[in-house]
C-alpha cells in the first residue's frame, strides 16, 4: 500500500476534511490527526457518523433516481476519498456505460482514486479546485469523458458548505449548471445549524483548525443555491427524508438534500 504521507503536497499533520469523512465512514485513507479533528467533532455532535452516512446513502438514492430518469453521466465535485459504494459503482449497477467524472483538490483522494481508476474507461478524477469552473471543465478528465450535449447530473454532495460566502457559492453553481444540457440534475447536500446551533458551532470550531473551514447555512440560503431548478419530490428536506427506502422516523441529521432538474 502507498505511504500516503508521503503522497506530494500532503502535509499529515493538518486535519483534512475528506480525510475526515473517510474516517468517519470507516476507511483508511486518513491519519491520525484527521482522526484526532474527527474524534472532535463526534464529541460536539455524537450523531456525526450517522450524519455521514446518511449523507451516503442520500447520494445512492440520487444517482439511482438519475439514472431512472435516463441520466447516465455523473460529474461529482468535491468527491472524496474513494470507499466503498462509490459514484461509478453504485451507477453501474443500473448502466454498465455510466461515466462519472469525480473533481477533488486533496492529493491523498487524488493519489487514491487514480489507483482505484486505473483500468476503468469510464471514470476519472481530475485534481482542480471546485471554485474554478472553467479549469474543471477544461480538464481532460472531464471535457474528454462526458458528453455535454446530453444531460449530465452534477453532484455537490456535502461539499458545498466547504465554500464561503465570499466565494458565491450561489452563483458558482449557476456557472456550473448553466453549463449543462436542459434536462440535467443538480444533487446537493449542505451541512446546516438550524437544528443544532450549539452543537454546529462546536463543529465549527473544530473545522476552522483544519484545511477546510465549514460555513453551515439555512434552509433559505441552501434554497438559494438551487434557485432556478425544478425541485424533485420531496423538494429540499434533510437527508433522511428525501425518498427513503425505510420507515427512518423523524431523526434529522442536519444535512439538507434535494435534486433539482435543469431547465
Not at 480538464?139 to 454532495?157: E, Q
Not at 473545522?207 to 441552501?222: G, I, L, S
Request: aromatic share 6%; with cysteine.
Amino acid at each position: 500500500m502507498t505511504d500516503l504521507s508521503k503522497v506530494p503536497g500532503v502535509d499529515p499533520n493538518v486535519p483534512n476534511a475528506a480525510r475526515m469523512y473517510d474516517y468517519y465512514l470507516g476507511g483508511s485513507h486518513n491519519f491520525a490527526a484527521d482522526r484526532a479533528a474527527a474524534e472532535r467533532v463526534k464529541a460536539a455532535i455524537p450523531q456525526a457518523v450517522e450524519v455521514a452516512r446518511a449523507n451516503r446513502f442520500f447520494l445512492h438514492r440520487a444517482v439511482r433516481f438519475c439514472l431512472d430518469e435516463g441520466v447516465d453521466q455523473f460529474l461529482d465535485l468535491g468527491s472524496g476519498i474513494p470507499t466503498a459504494g462509490n459514484v461509478h459503482e453504485i451507477a453501474r449497477e443500473r448502466s454498465a456505460q455510466a461515466r462519472v467524472a469525480y473533481v477533488d483538490n486533496e492529493p491523498v483522494t487524488v493519489a487514491s482514486a487514480e489507483a482505484l481508476l486505473a483500468d476503468d474507461p469510464l471514470a476519472t478524477i481530475t485534481k482542480a479546485d471546485v471554485r474554478d469552473p472553467e479549469a474543471v471543465f477544461s480538464a481532460p478528465g472531464v471535457r474528454d469523458l462526458l458528453d455535454f450535449s446530453r444531460p449530465i447530473a452534477l453532484l455537490t454532495v456535502a461539499v458545498l458548505h466547504f465554500v464561503p460566502d465570499e466565494d458565491d457559492p450561489v452563483g458558482l453553481a449557476q456557472k456550473y449548471r448553466a453549463r449543462l444540457a436542459p434536462g440535467s440534475f443538480h444533487v446537493l447536500t449542505h451541512g446546516t445549524a438550524d437544528h443544532d446551533p450549539d452543537e454546529v458551532r462546536e463543529l465549527g470550531g473544530v473545522y476552522r483548525n483544519t484545511a477546510n473551514p465549514v460555513t453551515a447555512r439555512t434552509r433559505a440560503e441552501v434554497a438559494a443555491i438551487l434557485e432556478g431548478t425544478d425541485l424533485v419530490e420531496p423538494g429540499l428536506v434533510d437527508a433522511t427524508e428525501w425518498r427513503p427506502e425505510d420507515t427512518i422516523g423523524d431523526q434529522y441529521r442536519g444535512m439538507w438534500a434535494a435534486v433539482g432538474r435543469i431547465r
